[in-house]
T-cell receptor
Framework: DAMVIQNPRYQVTQFGKPVTLSCSQT?????MYWYQQKSSQAPKLLFH???????NEADTPDNFQSRRPNTSFCFLDIRSPGLGDAAMYLC?????????????????FGPGTRLTVT | GQNIDQPTEMTATEGAIVQINCTYQ??????LFWYQQHAGEAPTFLSY??LDGLEEKGRFSSFLSRSKGYSYLLLKELQMKDSASYLC??????????WGAGTKLIIKP
């Protein structure tokens, strides 16, 4: 089945220790997104890629970086995690993305990675 | 600024009907989505409305009024498995999704 896969499902890291979360998709979608979601809050968009075109949200901290080496994979790097970065990190894909005139695509989400910072 | 408002929490009884409201103020409008999110899991797509009116899909229906900036999700014949958060999201003029914080729906036997 075509899907969005995130690894690991649960990640524990130490304060200040770099961590990388991964996402892969078999849907062949053009657009990939990274969201941060804290308990009882709306998902907060961190970045999105339209193909290889990287788009950073204005309020995404510099501590967060992303890479998309090919269509199928996308990585979220947190350079120096703080306690406030503990959250669920959701990867999503869509066939069409922001700025695509006349096209609207629903987003398909992976199961998420729950990050704990100790 | 852009804003999506939904009630924080609602309670309903198994077998009953519940309506979850969503009001929005966004820069432009390219459709409204409803997602279901069970605790600790990712959101899953329920519905998409871009024209005024009611869209029915099994036990779930979604309504949109663009002039009022208003939508609702109607759940019929509630089951215990419907206990989840329901997120309203609006696609703005830049085709960016603006998310509400979600409504936690608690179903009681």
């Amino acid at each position: 089945d075509a899907m969005v896969i995130q690894n690991p499902r649960y990640q524990v890291t130490q304060f200040g220790k770099p961590v990388t979360l991964s996402c892969s998709q078999t849907l062949n979608h053009n657009v990939m997104y990274w969201y941060q979601q804290k308990s009882s809050q709306a998902p907060k968009l961190l970045f999105h890629y339209y193909d290889k075109d990287f788009n950073n949200e204005a309020d995404t901290p510099d501590n967060f970086q992303s890479r998309r080496p090919n269509t199928s994979f996308c990585f979220l790097d947190i350079r120096s995690p703080g306690l406030g970065d503990a959250a669920m990190y959701l990867c999503a894909t869509s066939r069409y993305g922001p700025g695509t005139s006349g096209s609207v695509g629903e987003q398909y989400f992976g199961p998420g990675t729950r990050l704990t910072v100790t | 600024g852009q804003n999506i408002d939904q009630p924080t929490e609602m309670t309903a009884t198994e077998g009953a009907i519940v309506q979850i409201n969503c009001t929005y103020q966004t820069s432009g409008f390219n459709g409204l989505f409803w997602y279901q999110q069970h605790a600790g899991e990712a959101p899953t797509f329920l519905s998409y409305n871009v024209l005024d009116g009611l869209e029915e899909k099994g036990r779930f229906s979604s309504f949109l009024s663009r002039s009022k900036g208003y939508s609702y999700l109607l759940l019929k014949e509630l089951q215990m498995k419907d206990s989840a958060s329901y997120l309203c999201a609006v696609m703005d003029s830049n085709y960016q999704l603006i998310w509400g914080a979600g409504t936690k729906l608690i179903i009681k036997p």
